[in-house]
Structures are given as C-alpha cells and as structure tokens.
C-alpha cells in the first residue's frame, strides 16, 4: 500500500466512501443473491408446474387405461348401450391426454418419454379395438389348453397396458423427485437467502452505525471547532488556535487554519513594525526637514546679512576711495599738494577690497563645490614650517612669536596652496584680533580617523557660546582688531572641501585653539 493510499484510509473522506463502497457492495451481493433466489425459485416454479403438469396428465392416463381396459370387458360380458358409450367415453379421453402429452417440453428427454407414452397409449388403443375377439381368444385358450395359458394370453393381451403403466408410473416417480430436489434447492437457497439478509442487516446497521459515529463524533464536533475558530480569526483573535487531533481532513484544515493564524499575526507584527518604523523615519525625515528648513531659513537670513554685510563692507573703502580722490581734485593745485600719498591710501583700499572679494569668490566656490584641489600626500609638519616663516619677521616685530611644535610626521592628501592660505588666515586672525606681542603655537598629529593641523595663541580668547558662530562670513567676535569677518569662514570652507572640518576651542592657558581636521581615508587612498 502507498503512503498516499494509507493517508487515505486514516482520512475522515476513506473512512466515509469505505463505509459507503462497503454498504454499496453488501446491498450488490443481497441483490444478487436474492435475484438468484428468485431466478431459481421461478425455475422450481416452472419445473414443479410443468414436472406437475406431467404427473397430472400420466396419472391420469393410468387411471383411464385401467378404465378403458375394464369398460372394455364389462362391454364385452354385459353388452349394453351405456357399457359402448362409457368404452366410447374412454376412448375419447384417452385420446385426449394423448394429445396433452405431446405438447411442448423443455427437455429432449420429456420429449423422448412424451413420444413414447403417446405410441405406447396408441398401442393400447389398438389393442382393445375388438374387446369380444380378446375375450374369445382367452376362452379359447381357456378350453384348450387350460386355465395356465387362458392366462398368459390374459398377460399377452394386456401387455400394452402393463408396458404404459410402468412407463407412467416411472415418470410419476421421477417427477415426484424432480420437484422435490427443486423444492430441497429452493428451501436451500432460501435459507441461504435468509442468512445472507441477517447478514447484510448487521452489516448495513453496522455500516450506518458507524456513518453516524463519524458524522456524530468527528465531522460534528470538528466542523463546530472549525466554525468558532473562523469566527474568532474574524473577530480579529489570532492568538486562538483550533487544534484538532488526528489525521484527517479536518485536522489538516484545523493545521491549516492555525499555520495560517500564525502566519496572518506574523505578517500583522511586521506591519506594525513597518508601520512604527515609517512613523520613525517620517518623524526623522519631518526633523530633519524642519532642520533643513530652518537651516534654509537661517541661509537666507544669512544671505540677508551678506548682503547687507557686503554693502556696509564694500561702503567703506569705496568712500574712502571717493573721499580721497575729491580731495584730490580739490587741492591738486596747491603747491603742496602731495598725490603720492593719496594714491598710496587709494591704493591700500583698493587692495584690501580686491583681497575681500576674492576671499568672498573663494569661499562660494568651496561651498559650491566648485573649487578645484591639486592633493599631494604632504607632512603637515613641512606646511606649518613654511608658513611659520612667512609670519615670523612680523610677528618678532610686534614683539610676539611663531612656534612650531615637534612630534611624529603626519601625513595628509591635501592641497598645498589652499592649506597655506587657511593657515594664514588663522595666523592673520590671532595677531589681528589679540594683543600686541601675542604668541602663536602651530602642531601636527595623526590619530586613528584623523590627522591634525591646530594654530593656539595665548590671546585673550573667544567666548565658547559665540564659537560656532564666528565660521560665518563676516561675524566678529569683541576684540580690538579690525577685519573683514571673512578669516575663519574662508578657513572652514577650505577645509570643508578637503572633507575635513574646523573648529575653535579655548586653550588651557585661556587663548584660543584653532583646529583643522583631515580625514585619514583620504591618506589610505593616496598611500594605495
């Protein structure tokens, strides 16, 4: 048996078609075998009537021989109108049961018997034609030869009856055990019959007994355990499970019901995750929205102050610019009119608007990301130094100082130009903005993640509050010097485009501590 074949026959399905196939096949067998029942009780039926029907007509004919037979003696010893007529009357119905014995039969053998018991009767009919010659030619054996052979002419002459006689009385004989071995077959099988119905009773009461059991104790209570836990699943209860035993249908669709459940609130908790998480990220995404927007906000005002910032900015030497070149005009004809002076303060403002709109150009196209970088893989140690000396005669002038500290060589992929000018920048910040005399600190380090440049003054320093806000163009922080506001903006839009960032911090002496951070990923890159 297949593995398929026995999980059927452990199903609910097997077990109701095998109840079904095995009432279908005993009800065929009670069919058959009462229709064989009734065939064969018809055949005894048939054969008893025509069995029956033979006996009647030879039993009969015997009767009318012997009658015959003795008319025609009485006819012979007492002649009379009545003794011819009763001899006439034998005769005739003799005859007549003749010609009923010829009638159709089934067999070959009844037949054979039929032709031979309506010639043997023919014969006996022939015999008794001339019952007076019969009786004389007994008499006459009578008187010659005695009363011996007066009797065995009496046997000679009725030899035809004797002859039908016997035959009658064995087809008497064989019809009686004809019909009776039909009726012994016929009570067998009725019997058998009987049995078979008590048989097939038990079965079918067992067979139903055993429908109703299943449809009672399994599809009842399965099918109401199957309903309430649909119910509950569309009420929403996916925690409930309908958990039938067994191996059929039902409990595969109980398992199926209770996977799906489980599969139904699986796929719920990951929508309610999903849906956290998208509140999460619409919650970020709106925060950082809100920040951009206030980032925006913020950009704006500050293009705003720009603006205003640039006019005020450029106001300034271009009034100069304009005062010194009417004065100019207005006294170039006086002897002691020296024009080299002015153009020397007309020359210096206009230096100084030229290197604010540069600075100015610089910085927007580093915030563009427009700024184009020539990066070599440099010792920031080897930079400082350079730069250091740039600023160390002025800075020994003004009576203060440019140190470069000592430690280990650290590397960055940057642009030697642009560096400088953010160094610069920073160094022209510390000894503008602090007093005369200040001392500027320059070191190099590398770390895991970074490298770093830092510039340190032992300044006054900056108040942390404001720091951050000092990278914007054109902000100046309470000092004593004079500028643009453009230094550290420039600074941190260079090192922005470098990938790194700037920051300020104070020092430990109380100055300020200027910080520009590379990335190391930019140093790993080259060295590869």
């Given at each position: 048996m297949s593995v398929i074949n026995r999980f059927q026959l452990f199903s609910l399905r097997g077990k109701l078609e095998a109840s079904s196939w095995a009432g279908l096949i005993t009800t065929a067998i009670l069919t058959a075998l009462l229709l064989l029942?009734?065939?064969?009780?018809?055949?005894?039926?048939?054969?008893?009537?025509?069995?029956?029907?033979?006996?009647?007509?030879?039993?009969?004919?015997?009767?009318?021989?012997?009658?015959?037979?003795?008319?025609?003696?009485?006819?012979?010893?007492?002649?009379?109108?009545?003794?011819?007529?009763?001899?006439?009357?034998?005769?005739?119905?003799?005859?007549?049961?003749?010609?009923?014995?010829?009638?159709?039969?089934?067999?070959?053998?009844?037949?054979e018997v039929a032709g031979r018991v309506v010639q043997q009767g023919r014969a006996v009919l022939e015999r008794f034609r001339d019952p007076a010659r019969l009786v004389e030619q007994v008499n006459a054996k009578w008187r010659a030869f005695g009363s011996r052979e007066a009797l065995k002419e009496v046997n000679r002459i009725s030899e035809p009856v004797t002859v039908l006689d016997s035959t009658l009385q064995n087809e008497i004989q064989q019809g009686d055990s004809e019909v009776a071995a039909a009726t012994g077959r016929a009570q067998g099988l009725i019997g058998v019959a009987v049995v078979a119905s008590l048989i097939g009773l038990l079965l079918a009461v067992g067979f139903s007994l055993t429908v109703h059991m299943?449809?009672?104790?399994?599809?009842?209570?399965?099918?109401?355990?199957?309903?309430?836990?649909?119910?509950?699943?569309?009420?929403?209860?996916?925690?409930?499970?309908?958990?039938?035993?067994?191996?059929?249908?039902?409990?595969?669709?109980?398992?199926?019901?209770?996977?799906?459940?489980?599969?139904?609130?699986?796929?719920?908790?990951?929508?309610?995750?999903?849906?956290?998480g998208l509140e999460r990220t619409v919650q970020l995404r709106t925060e950082q929205l809100q920040l951009a927007n206030a980032k925006l906000s913020a950009a704006d005002e500050r293009r705003r102050a720009f603006l205003a910032d640039v006019s005020h900015e450029l106001r300034t030497p271009l009034t100069i610019i304009r005062g010194e070149t009417q004065v100019a005009l207005r006294t170039a004809d006086q002897s002691d009119f020296?024009?080299?002076?002015?153009?020397?303060?007309?020359?210096?403002?206009?230096?100084?608007?030229?290197?604010?709109?540069?600075?100015?150009?610089?910085?927007?196209?580093?915030?563009?990301?427009?700024?184009?970088?020539?990066?070599?893989?440099?010792?920031?140690?080897?930079?400082?130094?350079?730069?250091?000396?740039?600023?160390?005669?002025?800075?020994?002038?003004?009576?203060?100082?440019?140190?470069?500290?000592?430690?280990?060589?650290?590397?960055?992929?940057?642009?030697?130009?642009?560096?400088r000018r953010a160094m610069a920048a920073l160094i022209e910040n510390a000894m503008r903005h602090c007093q005369p005399g200040v001392n500027v600190q320059i070191e190099a380090y590398s770390s895991a993640d970074v490298t770093v440049i830092a510039v340190s003054d032992d300044g006054p320093g900056i108040d942390p509050v404001i720091a951050p806000l000092l990278f914007e163009r054109f902000r100046r922080g309470h000092t004593r010097g004079e500028g643009s506001g453009l230094?550290?903006?420039?600074?941190?839009?260079?090192?922005?485009?470098?990938?790194?960032?700037?920051?300020?911090?104070?020092?430990?002496?109380?100055?300020?501590?200027?910080?520009?951070?590379?990335?190391?990923?930019?140093?790993a890159k080259a060295a590869a």
């Open positions: 029942t009734a065939w064969t009780a018809g055949d005894v039926v048939r054969t008893a009537r025509q069995t029956h029907q033979r006996v009647r007509i030879y039993t009969q004919l015997q009767a009318m021989v012997h009658e015959f037979e003795r008319a025609s003696y009485q006819q012979v010893r007492e002649p009379s109108s009545d003794a011819d007529r009763e001899v006439a009357r034998c005769a005739s119905r003799i005859r007549a049961l003749l010609e009923e014995a010829r009638e159709p039969v089934s067999s070959s053998r009844d037949r299943l449809l009672r104790m399994r599809l009842r209570p399965g099918l109401a355990a199957l309903e309430s836990g649909a119910q509950a699943f569309a009420a929403g209860d996916l925690g409930h499970r309908i958990e039938l035993s067994g191996r059929d249908e039902l409990s595969r669709i109980s398992t199926a019901f209770d996977a799906m459940a489980t599969t139904v609130s699986e796929k719920q908790s990951t929508v309610r995750e999903v849906q956290l020296d024009a080299n002076e002015v153009l020397e303060r007309i020359l210096q403002q206009t230096r100084d608007l030229s290197r604010m709109v540069d600075d100015l150009f610089l910085i927007a196209r580093a915030e563009g990301g427009g700024l184009p970088l020539e990066r070599e893989m440099l010792d920031l140690h080897d930079i400082a130094g350079r730069v250091a000396a740039d600023f160390s005669t002025v800075a020994g002038e003004a009576g203060g100082s440019i140190k470069i500290r000592a430690g280990q060589p650290a590397f960055a992929l940057v642009d030697p130009g642009r560096l230094g550290l903006s420039l600074v941190s839009a260079l090192v922005e485009a470098h990938g790194g960032r700037a920051y300020l911090q104070p020092t430990s002496a109380g100055g300020t501590r200027a910080v520009m951070e590379f990335p190391v990923s930019s140093c």
